[in-house]
Each structure stands twice: as structure tokens, then as C-alpha cells.
């Protein structure tokens, strides 16, 4: 069974400002995977309460996946708040889903998306966007038990 904490990452959502269509798509799809969210949280574009919130879920979820911030813009810092608390970096995810979003919109290049393991959890960033996070769970959702099957120390083969 994969357990999820799904984080979106808006200054306007954590103010009640923007309703949270990004993490909805998330659990709705979880849910479809007959996968289990177990936290779910909307907080600012701060760097730190970013890195607070993916220490605070690791460890205690197979999978934590954040929507949003990951833009060029100058609030976007997920994948900095991602890269600094990751034990290991998984480079593949995110560059599957740039390429998957790729064939669909060119503005898929722009996304700086992290993935990587901390403290025996999956942590991936999704993009902000509804459906770039839907084509970008399409792109990697099949990937995902085998490589929570790793992280917990599973002897079946892996590529690479």
C-alpha cells in the first residue's frame, strides 16, 4: 500500500485565496491508484516551512508529492526547499516528466522539479498547473511502486 502526503506549495491558496484544484487532481488520483493520502497541507511559498513540512512527512508516508513553486518565478523555491533536505536525488522522474509534458506544451522545459529519497519516503515536485501535474502523474505513476519497493530495501531487479 502506498501512503501519500501531498503539499501545494501557493501563497494565495495558504491565504484562502485560489481553491486548490492542483492537490485535489493529486488525491483524486492517488485515490484512483487505490493508493491512501494520509496528510494533506496547503502552505506558502517559503522555503523553510517547505523544508519543515517534507522533514516533518518523511519517514512517515512512502510518498510525499508537492504541487507548485517550481516555476521561474522569484517565490518559486520547492526545488530548492526539496534539494536541501534529500538524502539522494532521482534525476529520472522529473526528466520523464519533462519529456512527457514536452509533447504536449514546449513551456514543459521550464519546470525545475526535483525527486529524491529522504529518510525511506519518495519526495517528488509536481508543477502547479492542474494539468501538468495530471500529465506529469501520467508520466511516472506506473514507476512509483517499484521505486517505493527500492527505497524500502526490495530485492527485485532495478534498471540502473
Known amino acids: 500500500m502506498i501512503t501519500a502526503a501531498v503539499l501545494t506549495l501557493s501563497d494565495k491558496g495558504a491565504k484562502g485565496q ?3 484544484e492542483s492537490g485535489r487532481v493529486i488525491r483524486d488520483f492517488l485515490k484512483g491508484m487505490g493508493w491512501e493520502v494520509r496528510h494533506y497541507e496547503v502552505l506558502p511559498d517559503e522555503k523553510e516551512l517547505i523544508r519543515e513540512a517534507l522533514i516533518k512527512y518523511s519517514g512517515t508516508v512512502s510518498l510525499i508529492l508537492t504541487t507548485g513553486g517550481t516555476g521561474l518565478g522569484p517565490r518559486d523555491v520547492t526545488p530548492e526547499a526539496t534539494a536541501g533536505v534529500i538524502e539522494k536525488e532521482i534525476p ?6 519533462r519529456a512527457y509534458g514536452i509533447g504536449k506544451t514546449k513551456r514543459a522545459m521550464l519546470t525545475r522539479a526535483v525527486a529524491g529519497v529522504r529518510a525511506g519516503t519518495l519526495i ?3 508543477p502547479g498547473s492542474p494539468k501538468a501535474v495530471k500529465e506529469s502523474l501520467e508520466a511516472i505513476a506506473e514507476v512509483i511502486p517499484h521505486a517505493v519497493e527500492k527505497i524500502k530495501g526490495s530485492a527485485r531487479e532495478c534498471a540502473g
Open 124 to 126: 517528488i515536485n509536481l
Open 92 to 97: 529520472g522522474i522529473p526528466e520523464a516528466m
Open 18 to 20: 485560489r481553491e486548490d
